[in-house]
Each structure stands twice: as structure tokens, then as C-alpha cells.
């Protein structure tokens, strides 16, 4: 969601299709369908959760070893 303030039902604007632990970035990661898509890199976004609400952002598709160098190495 945009504003994690707004009444329920909120208007949600995509679905989080996977999660998982990444040992290699030390923190939760995720892959979602979102509204707008790569349109919203760098966005800060809302997943509500029964134990309260968790920020995030979207980023791009490659975010760990941007250039590569660990495939080329």
C-alpha cells in the first residue's frame, strides 16, 4: 500500500509473490507484482501485516552485484 494511515480495506497496489532470507544482503528479501512496476524504483512502500505494518522499497531487479562481477569473476 501507498499509506499504510488509510481505513481498511486499504487500496493495495500489488501482491508480494515470495519472500526469503538473504544470507548475502543480511536481511529479508522479496518479489512482488506492483502497480507501475519499474516505474517505482527507488519508492517506499507498505506491507501490512497482522504484527504491524513493514516499510520497504522497491528497487531494481539486480540489486546485489550490480556489475556483474561475481557471474564474471
Request: proline residues 5%; contains cysteine.
Given at each position: ?10 487500496k493495495?497496489?500489488g ?6 532470507w538473504s544470507?548475502?544482503?543480511?536481511r529479508?528479501?522479496a ?9 517505482r ?6 506491507v ?6 513493514i516499510e ?5 531487479m539486480?540489486f546485489?552485484d ?6 564474471n569473476?
Amino acid at each position: 500500500v501507498e499509506d499504510p494511515r488509510q481505513a481498511i480495506p486499504m487500496k493495495m497496489i500489488g501482491h508480494v509473490t515470495s519472500s526469503y532470507w538473504s544470507q548475502n544482503c543480511g536481511r529479508s528479501i522479496a518479489l512482488a507484482l506492483v502497480a507501475g512496476g519499474r516505474a517505482r524504483t527507488g519508492d517506499t512502500l507498505y506491507v501490512p501485516m497482522p504484527g504491524g505494518t513493514i516499510e520497504v522499497e522497491v528497487s531494481d531487479m539486480v540489486f546485489f552485484d550490480e556489475t556483474r562481477g561475481r557471474l564474471n569473476g
